[in-house]
């Protein structure tokens, strides 16, 4: 007999094996007659597309879905058991190896809650060890204080540990492993992407007493949709599978997490996780000089945990201020859990902490845009000069992108998954729109910026952009090229672009282009609307908007 199938409960074993594959919806082809689910046959009376299909049932597990946590995670989809967020994937691992009153589940405080909690529900003993006094797990620490336990079967790490951040040492998640081969590791990895931790997950694959759980709600900002996972060998996936419920996944969720990991969505998602790990740390070192905060430790999540010197008073001022923290005193009796959160609201925790940390408001923004011909993620900071990022899928076009940015000195990240088996068309116009979308929005209310940019004359090709972030969009542009195309990129498209981001953005762009060589008179149009763009969206100090009208 299997180590799983000696370990899982008799009741679990006793279910009849779910076929995930043969319910799949792919095993039946797109045009199959569905009489089979007392579904209602109509469309679900919601306006737009929000509830597209909504009136079926979603797949026990979705195929689409199961291969997009595979790939995310290195690992094939087998091994993947997508469940309604990690926390239920908690529960039904307890549930399946769980007996009432007789099987343990071991835990090492202070850590995350919800693993006493469901095993309390399923009436599993819970074993509680210590962390050391700096929060960090001592693998001979547990392995002694565990080792008369012969029905403990899940043993949780939590790493990095919530609420501390603490990392757990992969060999020391391994030599816990080996030591106890009866023992079901389960390794939580709800925050690793903030931490330099490597994954267990492909080595969770091959082990069959180690399952690592991932989350898409703390580094893909889907915390609302509930999608998680755990990852195990194919027959602890099979095995798990047995006890979800019929269709534990909203057919919502399941799109809004497919549109979520589109590859073009991949590289703003890292300059998120990258922006919220150098807040943790700009935050830790403007915390360390509060008079309010004991110690700051800053670990591998997207929180930092505090100890505080009177949590009651803070608390009470907190709640005066609308800021709400997690009090942690099971950790330390000042203990405070502090997420990451945008600058704005950093900014009113650390206020409210006792730190002064001026600064002007962000000029951030990202666009998201999918039609059936391009899916686009942009994101733009106007007041950083990095990262520069751009992936049109038109290299020439990520050429011109980029000395915008750079000659604009703002920072942009563009990703784009377009029909280019058609042409580039689509794909360099649909990138300006999105691009235009995402300025719009970082600009704000537009005060106190200089509003108008002109660039002059550069190189032997002469181009010319004037623009003006009116909130008017008006575009006009002069002159011709012989070329058709410069790469894959078509030169009647350059007049498009600036047409598209003149609308997008709300702005008046006058473009005047004449020269000899193609390639130079487009980069030359490409650079100056940086330039232009330098001028317009430069903080000038203040807060006037710039118009007599008082509005743009
Ligand atoms: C937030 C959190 C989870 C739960 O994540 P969901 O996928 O939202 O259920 C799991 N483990 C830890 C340690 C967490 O902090």
């Given at each position: 007999m299997s180590l799983l199938a000696r370990l899982a409960r008799p009741e679990i074993l006793a279910l009849p094996p779910v076929d995930i594959a043969a319910q799949a919806n792919e095993s039946f082809g797109p045009d199959a007659i569905k009489l089979d689910a007392n579904e209602n046959p109509y469309a679900p009376l919601v306006e737009g597309s929000l509830a597209d299909g909504v009136n079926r049932y979603p797949e026990p597990q979705p195929m689409a879905l199961r291969r997009a946590l595979a790939a995310l995670y290195g690992v094939a989809p087998d091994n993947v058991v997508a469940t309604r967020g990690a926390d239920d994937a908690i529960?039904?691992?307890?549930?399946?190896?769980?007996?009432?009153?007789?099987?343990?589940?071991?835990?090492?405080?202070?850590?995350?809650?919800?693993?006493?909690?469901?095993?309390?529900?399923?009436?599993?003993?819970?074993?509680?060890?210590?962390?050391?006094?700096?929060?960090?797990?001592?693998?001979?620490?547990?392995?002694?204080?565990?080792?008369?336990?012969?029905?403990?079967?899940?043993?949780?790490?939590?790493?990095?540990?919530?609420?501390?951040?603490?990392?757990?040492?992969?060999?020391?998640?391994?030599?816990?492993?080996?030591?106890?081969?009866?023992?079901?590791?389960?390794?939580?990895?709800?925050?690793?992407?903030?931490?330099?931790?490597?994954?267990?997950?492909?080595?969770?694959?091959?082990?069959?007493?180690?399952?690592?759980?991932?989350?898409?709600?703390?580094?893909?900002?889907?915390?609302?949709?509930?999608?998680?996972?755990?990852?195990?060998?194919?027959?602890?996936?099979?095995?798990?599978?047995?006890?979800?419920?019929?269709?534990?996944?909203?057919?919502?969720?399941?799109?809004?997490?497919?549109?979520?990991?589109?590859?073009?969505?991949?590289?703003?998602?890292?300059?998120?996780?990258?922006?919220?790990?150098?807040?943790?740390?700009?935050?830790?070192?403007?915390?360390?000089?509060?008079?309010?905060?004991?110690?700051?430790?800053?670990?591998?999540?997207?929180?930092?945990?505090?100890?505080?010197?009177?949590?009651?008073?803070?608390?009470?001022?907190?709640?005066?201020?609308?800021?709400?923290?997690?009090?942690?005193?099971?950790?330390?009796?000042?203990?405070?859990?502090?997420?990451?959160?945008?600058?704005?609201?950093?900014?009113?925790?650390?206020?409210?902490?006792?730190?002064?940390?001026?600064?002007?408001?962000?000029?951030?923004?990202?666009?998201?845009?999918?039609?059936?011909?391009?899916?686009?993620?942009?994101?733009v900071d106007l007041d950083a000069a990095a990262p520069r990022n751009i992936a049109t899928g038109v290299p020439f076009y990520d050429h011109m992108l980029d000395q915008v940015a750079a000659h604009g000195g703002f920072a942009l990240t563009l990703a784009c998954e377009g029909d280019l088996e058609i042409d580039a068309h689509h794909s360099i116009e649909d990138c300006a729109i999105a691009f235009g979308q995402a300025l719009r929005a970082a600009l704000g209310d537009r005060r106190g910026i200089g509003r108008f940019g002109f660039a002059l004359p550069m190189d032997e090709a002469e181009a010319q952009v004037l623009i003006d972030l009116s909130g008017r969009p008006f575009s006009r542009f002069e002159g011709d090229f012989a070329a058709s195309h410069i790469g894959a990129y078509p030169t009647e498209m350059t007049a498009h672009v600036f047409r598209s981001l003149a609308d997008t953005l709300g702005a008046a762009i006058h473009v005047k282009v004449s020269g000899e060589n193609d390639h130079h008179k487009t980069e030359a149009c490409f650079k100056a609307l940086g330039r232009a763009l330098r001028q317009a969206i430069a903080r000038e100090g203040g807060d006037a908007l710039p118009s007599t009208k008082g509005v743009l």
């Open positions: 529960d039904i691992l307890i549930r399946t190896f769980c007996r009432l009153g007789i099987d343990a589940v071991s835990i090492c405080q202070p850590t995350f809650s919800a693993y006493a909690q469901f095993a309390r529900l399923q009436g599993a003993r819970v074993i509680e060890t210590r962390l050391t006094d700096s929060f960090d797990f001592d693998a001979d620490a547990f392995l002694a204080a565990v080792a008369g336990e012969a029905e403990l079967k899940l043993a949780f790490l939590c790493a990095p540990n919530n609420p501390t951040g603490n990392p757990v040492a992969a060999s020391d998640v391994l030599r816990v492993a080996d030591a106890r081969p009866d023992t079901i590791v389960v390794l939580d990895e709800a925050y690793i992407e903030f931490s330099e931790q490597p994954s267990l997950a492909a080595e969770a694959a091959r082990r069959d007493n180690l399952v690592v759980l991932r989350t898409l709600s703390k580094a893909y900002g889907l915390a609302g949709a509930r999608i998680g996972c755990a990852i195990g060998t194919g027959e602890l996936a099979a095995l798990i599978g047995r006890a979800l419920p019929p269709y534990p996944l909203p057919s919502l969720s399941i799109r809004a997490a497919l549109a979520s990991l589109a590859p073009s969505r991949r590289p703003i998602h890292e300059d998120r996780i990258a922006r919220i790990k150098a807040d943790r740390e700009r935050i830790a070192g403007l915390l360390a000089g509060s008079p309010l905060v004991r110690s700051v430790r800053s670990g591998g999540g997207n929180f930092l945990f505090l100890d505080v010197d009177d949590p009651a008073a803070l608390a009470a001022k907190l709640t005066a201020r609308g800021i709400r923290v997690r009090f942690r005193p099971n950790a330390v009796p000042g203990g405070l859990r502090l997420t990451i959160g945008t600058d704005a609201e950093n900014q009113a925790a650390l206020a409210a902490l006792g730190v002064a940390a001026g600064g002007r408001p962000s000029r951030r923004a990202t666009a998201a845009r999918d039609t059936k011909e391009t899916r686009i993620a942009v994101a």
